[in-house]
Each structure stands twice: as C-alpha cells, then as structure tokens.
C-alpha cells in the first residue's frame, strides 16, 4: 500500500521569507502523480502544485515549487516570499496513475505559521 | 462554472440518527470520491464513485455506511445510527476523468451528540 508522510507537524516563517515543506512516500508504482493541497481555516482543500512521476522537471506556480526527487521517494514543497495568507494545513499527496482513476493517499499534513 | 458543491455545510445528529451528505460535482464531472477527516488528521479516503457505480469502497466501514452516486442527482453518503465517533469532516471531490487533479467541495461537518 501506498503511503505518505510528512515529518514536520509544526513549520513557522517570517514574511518574506522561504520555507521547504517535506514529504517522503512510499510506492512500488512507476505511473503517480503527487500533489501539494492548502487547507486554511475555511476547511477548503485547494491544490497548490502538481507533479506528473514521469517529468523530471521540478514543478512550479508563482511563489510555490517544488523539488521532486524520484529516486529518494522525496517530495518537498518549497514557498518563496511567504505571505500571511500561506498560513494552513499543508497536506501532501499521492495518486496511482491510472487513466481509470484512483483515491489519494494523503499525508497527516504541516501547520505553517506565518509571523509578520 | 460552479465548484464542488456540499450541503449541508454542518449537520448536528443525535446518536442512534441517520446523516445523508450530498455532493455535486463540477459541471462535466463523472468521478467522485469521498474524504473523511477527523480532528487533528489528515484526509482518509472513503469510497470511490462513478455514475452508477460504485468503483473503491475500500475505505468504507463494514457498517453503516453508504455511498451513491444516481444517474441523475447528487452523490450521496449516508451514515445510519451515527455514534459519536462519526464526528468528523466529510468532504467530496470531483474529477472530469481518473486521470485528472480533483477538485474538493467545502466539506460538511458532522456533529453527534
């Protein structure tokens, strides 16, 4: 079985500032995808960054990136020039890649801070 | 084009109830999931739907629980007889095909007291 995890409960930043977000999984599969999801306190879960297993280039949107490293089941969530809003639940994910779909296995997710 | 919808956004039952929990996907949406979180945690898958079919219910309680998702109509969960234990955030999530990101609804929370 898949799984996920995320080793840093609590993350704390300084506005402006660049924090990494970890994320390590676990698959026997070839064909994924992994995902980065923000959860705020509304609750809603919204995608920050997407990442196909097959493309070796690091994914990146605006502000967020990542650094995807394959062979090491390592998947971190980089966020530049942090601002207030960035503060939530961090939640990594994982997703077979099968054209016929497949659930996400999430990680227990990261509380980031953002301090002015 | 309307996202997830989810309603009710809070659902309070008392124990020995039954809860149902809708969902409607995005427009051209055919695949649904649902997500359980309880407190403190990360999301748990629960069931997998297409139209009609019930595709993974890996997830899903041996008991009491059950998914739908009709022809036409809403994706339903039901929850019969709710403990407290069924306390918990339950969200939905849709995608246009297996393949592609999903894209979650607001969640309803349920309350049993």
């Known amino acids: 079985a898949q799984t996920v995890t995320q080793s840093q409960p609590e993350m704390s930043v300084q506005e402006a500032e660049t924090v990494t977000l970890s994320c390590t999984y676990d698959?026997?599969?070839?064909?994924?995808?992994l995902f980065w999801y923000k959860q705020p306190p509304s609750r809603q879960m919204i995608l920050v960054i997407r990442?196909?297993?097959?493309?070796?280039q690091n994914a990146t949107e605006n502000r967020f990136s990542v650094n995807f490293q394959k062979a090491a089941k390592s998947f971190s969530l980089k966020i530049s020039d942090s601002q207030l809003g960035d503060a939530a639940m961090y939640f990594c994910?994982?997703?077979?890649?099968?054209?016929?779909?497949?659930?996400?296995?999430f990680g227990e997710g990261t509380q980031l801070t953002v301090n002015p | 084009n309307a996202g997830v919808m989810q309603n009710p956004r809070h659902l309070v039952r008392r124990r020995g109830q039954e809860a149902r929990l809708r969902c409607s996907p995005m427009?051209?949406?055919?695949?649904v999931y649902w997500y359980r979180q309880l407190p403190e945690e990360g999301l748990k898958f629960m069931v997998y739907?297409?139209?009609?079919?019930?595709?993974?219910e890996s997830g899903m309680p041996k008991e009491r629980f059950s998914a739908e998702f009709p022809k036409e109509g809403p994706s339903i969960l039901r929850i019969q007889q709710v403990v407290r234990g069924d306390s918990a955030a339950y969200f939905c999530?849709?995608?246009?095909?297996?393949?592609?990101?999903?894209?979650f609804g607001q969640g309803t929370r349920l309350t049993v007291v």
């Open positions: 999530a849709s995608s246009r095909r297996g393949d592609t990101e999903a894209f």
């Open positions: 698959t026997s599969e070839s064909d994924y995808y």
């Open positions: 990442q196909e297993a097959y493309k070796q």
């Open positions: 994910a994982y997703k077979r890649g099968e054209t016929s779909g497949s659930r996400l296995t």
């Open positions: 427009k051209g949406h055919s695949h």
């Open positions: 739907l297409q139209k009609e079919n019930i595709i993974d």
